[in-house]
């Protein structure tokens, strides 16, 4: 995609519910809007086995071609942007169809320099079976990463990912997948690295998926994190749920946005987003748009947000046990983030989620 | 003759007479004859000849809006204003955001934007013209009166035709006016508070209603009165391709409290007219305000309504809104808890048939500590109608230990009808509870089957099922009020099923 394209693009309104807090202008590395910088240095991507295995037959990482057909939202900003920055190059993780895991496999972006760029495709082939860890990491002042992917028929993928990129790097993340007939996709993300932080993750579902995203993400300085989250029922049978837990402390601030979309005529889907938000200082802030389109009605939607203090109770009760409002504090936030994954069907993930984020609290508590 | 250039020729014929500010009404009474006939299910689509003693052309100018002042004869600074806002109202482009296409489609150019039926405001029934009489006997409002209310106003078009108020509620210094004899008798009151709470910046429609306002209720309840039984204001669109935009101003001063009621219907024609109006409140400390409003207007109006409080401390507003008519309502009544202890308490529902989009909804700003809020919302959507809830909570950083709740609940009655939610939360204070859940469904078989297996038709179990939905906002309503609601809601239910 051509910097002359994303120079063709307009400014995105503040009217439109995914660019509604944190405008372009605020995300753009120069200020430039126009402009799209040469000096991108491409992520290293390294894709492993977690157990330290060979990788198997049948999963692969090679170069892709971006002129393919894309999942991606063309005329959105940022996409156009993160796309004119990749310059054409993309990574492409093939996954052939009957592939079944018995480890996850381990991805590693790590973004370094000052501008940093990844665009990742992913292909998983039909009835396959496989967990991916995806690993961000690096001190690049600005990271932008595109991903798209298609979950083939019938396929069960599960993904964990870690945004662990330095507390003072802005990163812009776009994704749109796709999940086939019957497949079951399952996205867990633990959000504790940037400064300034988008994310516009977008999913459609075909007849009999089952979708869920869980995201944990924690606030401490200035950090500010913005997840924009769109599902799109076209056709029904199915199933999407969406859950985010956001801990704010000092001045930092939680955005959630989200849309489900219900298409006329998808009758039997079951669509579901709760935000939940702690607030633990007095100048956090957090703000829940959890937004329904509901045009069939033989469906279950519903939504929830809610955001609150520690409960004093609970802070009792620890301290109580000899431990110091610190730690106390430490805990329950540790508790209420991990909480987002307890629905995770793999313990696996799951568990590599919560020993990454204990150790993120533990370091945390020594500063 | 053509129908375009008929109206025209009357247009030239009445500018000259226009330019006065006085239109006759013959050649626009003319034009009511030709409207249609078929008023369908809509019980209060029928209307009556229009007998206007001053009709503007259609459109509005810089001139429209300081004809309006005049005729009025209103003091200066209120025709300024009207100008100002009416500059902001050209200046300001169409909301971006909502049903774009249908707000889109509304001809400004073919709106009259001030018809006088009547000489005045009346205070007895006897002395207001025939047929403006018969208008309000069909729609039960004298019977009302003389039974359960304190106080009523009557708007017809462009101006309040007729208003009363209990001897008992005047001698306790009640002041219960129509917006105009209002800033005539108390200019200085509405000069303080006129556009205070709602300035004319505030959003495109305030800015066309604070240009060309006419009517409206302005209503003061003096410090430790307590107005028992609700008043009243009744507003009705005649004539097609009209405007009716009213201005209330209520002043709840400390420790009073008052129950307003507002109905609206208009006749059904095969032309837009627009109502948008602007609504003030004002709750002093420990005061109470309950605002009803049972909408009905006609699926030939579009609906743009702002409605704002500003509550003091300890007092309460509640504003409980039911939307049933129009083509398009965007009606999202707000409360401002300016202080201490304040609370808010917003009640809607809205029904959507075929062709009809409610976009209502509420917001509150939580300015203080210790400030409560109660949201609840409820839609119902039928025959490829369309509901969307658009809310906004704002608590800001200094609003500690406040507590928010908003649920919102949607019923989709059949496959080609679509429900919408929008909530938004910005939280800024680390000490708030907010909470917030909705859900979409469609009436539950098992409740269908349980109500049928008694002997219930399937109709009827519906339309019990859909009232027992709506009851929380039906129970918040004078009684009389609740059965013509519940009725209303069987009238529209009526071959929902099959």
């Not at chain 1, 200020?31 to 295995?53: Q, T």
């Not at chain 1, 809610?306 to 936030?333: K, T």
Request: net charge negative.
């Amino acid at each position: 995609m051509s910097k002359a394209f994303y120079a063709s693009l307009a400014e995105p309104s503040q009217a439109i519910h995914a660019w509604k807090y944190t405008p372009w202008k605020k995300l753009h590395p120069t200020g430039k809007l126009n402009e799209v910088p040469d000096d991108f240095l491409e992520a290293v991507v390294i894709l492993s086995m977690m157990d330290g295995s060979d990788l198997p037959s049948g999963v692969s990482l090679e170069r892709g071609d971006d002129s393919k057909t894309s999942l991606l939202q063309e005329d959105d900003k940022a996409v156009a942007f993160l796309r004119a920055a990749c310059d054409g190059n993309t990574w492409e993780l093939n996954i052939e169809a009957n592939t079944i895991l018995s480890s996850p496999l381990h991805v590693s972006i790590r973004a370094s320099g000052h501008l940093s760029v990844s665009h990742i495709q992913v292909q998983v082939g039909n009835n396959s079976d496989v967990e991916i860890i995806w690993a961000l990491s690096g001190e690049a002042g600005w990271f932008g990463l595109l991903r798209e992917g298609i979950i083939g028929h019938a396929c069960h993928y599960h993904e964990g990912i870690e945004q662990a990129l330095s507390s003072s790097s802005t990163v812009i993340r776009a994704e749109s997948w796709k999940t086939g007939r019957d497949a079951t996709m399952t996205t867990s993300l633990l959000s504790i690295g940037g400064e300034l932080v988008r994310s516009d993750l977008r999913a459609i579902l075909d007849k009999g998926a089952t979708y869920q995203q869980f995201i944990a993400s924690n606030g401490k300085g200035i950090r500010r994190d913005n997840h924009h989250l769109q599902v799109t029922h076209p056709v029904g049978n199915n199933q999407s749920e969406l859950v985010i837990h956001n801990a704010c402390d000092d001045k930092s601030r939680a955005i959630s946005t989200g849309r489900l979309t219900i298409a006329k005529g998808a009758d039997g889907s079951d669509a579901s987003q709760i935000f939940k938000n702690l607030l633990l200082s007095q100048k956090a802030r957090a703000d829940s748009i959890p937004e329904l389109e509901v045009l069939a009605n033989d469906v279950s939607a519903a939504h929830g947000a809610a955001s609150a203090p520690l409960d004093p109770e609970q802070m009792f009760y620890l301290m109580s046990r000899g431990l110091d409002s610190e730690e106390s504090e430490g805990l329950i936030v540790g508790g209420f983030l991990i909480a987002a994954f307890e629905k995770l069907p793999r313990d696996s993930i799951g568990n590599w989620l919560k020993g990454r984020l204990a150790i993120h609290l533990d370091c945390n508590l020594l500063e | 003759m053509q129908f375009k250039s008929r109206i025209r020729a009357m247009i030239g014929l009445s500018q000259q007479m226009h330019r006065r500010g006085i239109n006759m009404s013959q050649e626009a009474r003319d034009m009511s004859q030709e409207a249609r006939d078929a008023v369908g299910d809509y019980r209060y689509g029928f209307h009556d000849p229009e007998n206007a003693t001053i009709r503007f052309d259609f459109g509005l100018s810089e001139q429209v809006v300081r004809d309006i002042s005049e005729i009025k004869n209103e003091p200066h600074w209120m025709t300024e204003m009207r100008v100002k806002a009416y500059k902001h109202y050209i200046s300001r482009p169409m909301p971006d955001w909502g049903n774009s296409e249908m707000l889109n489609s509304i001809d400004f150019e073919n709106i009259c934007y001030y018809l006088k039926s009547s000489k005045g405001s009346e205070t007895d029934w006897d002395e207001v013209p025939e047929d403006i009489k018969n208008t309000f006997d069909r729609l039960g409002i004298p019977n009302a009166e003389q039974k359960w209310l304190g106080g009523v106003t009557a708007q017809y078009e462009s101006e309040v035709v007729y208003h009363s108020i209990r001897e008992d509620l005047e001698e306790q210094g009640v002041v219960f006016l129509d917006m105009d004899s209002g800033l005539r008798e108390y200019e200085d009151v509405v000069k303080q508070y006129f556009g205070s709470v709602v300035p004319y910046s505030d959003n495109k429609f305030s800015a066309l209603n604070t240009a060309v306002w006419s009517g409206g209720s302005f209503l003061i309840i003096p410090e430790g009165v307590h107005v028992e039984m609700p008043v009243q204001a009744y507003f009705r669109i005649n004539s097609k391709n009209m405007g009716q935009f009213e201005r209330t101003l209520i002043i709840a001063r400390p420790g009073s409290s008052v129950h307003y009621i507002e109905g609206c219907t208009a006749p059904t024609y095969s032309t837009d007219s627009l109502h948008s109006a602007v609504v003030e409140l004002i709750a002093e400390e420990g005061s109470h305000i309950r605002y009803s409003t049972v909408q009905n207007w006609s699926t030939n109006v579009y609906n743009l309504v702002t409605k704002r409080g500003i509550a003091y401390r300890n007092s309460t507003i509640e504003w409980v809104d039911g939307n049933i008519g129009s083509r398009l309502t965007m009606k999202y009544p707000a409360v401002i808890l300016k202080e201490e202890g304040a609370h808010a308490e917003i009640i809607s529902v809205a029904y959507s048939g075929e062709g009809q989009h409610q976009d209502a909804g509420s917001k509150v700003h939580h300015l203080a500590p210790n400030t409560t809020s109660r949201i609840l919302a409820k839609s119902i959507s039928k025959n490829g109608g369309r509901s969307s809830y658009r809310g906004l909570v704002k608590v800001s950083p200094k609003a500690h230990n406040c507590k928010v709740s908003v649920v919102c609940d949607a019923l989709l009655l059949d496959a080609d009808s679509r429900s919408d939610t929008y909530p938004t939360m910005e939280v800024s204070n680390q000490s708030c509870v907010v909470e917030h859940e909705a859900s979409v469904s469609k009436v539950s078989g098992e409740q269908l089957f349980y109500l049928m297996s008694r002997g219930h038709t399937e109709e009827q179990a519906m339309g019990m099922i859909i009232n027992g939905f709506f009851e929380p906002f039906t129970k918040e309503l004078p009684l009389e009020y609740a059965s013509e609601l519940n009725k209303l809601l069987e009238m529209e239910m009526v071959g929902s099923i099959g």
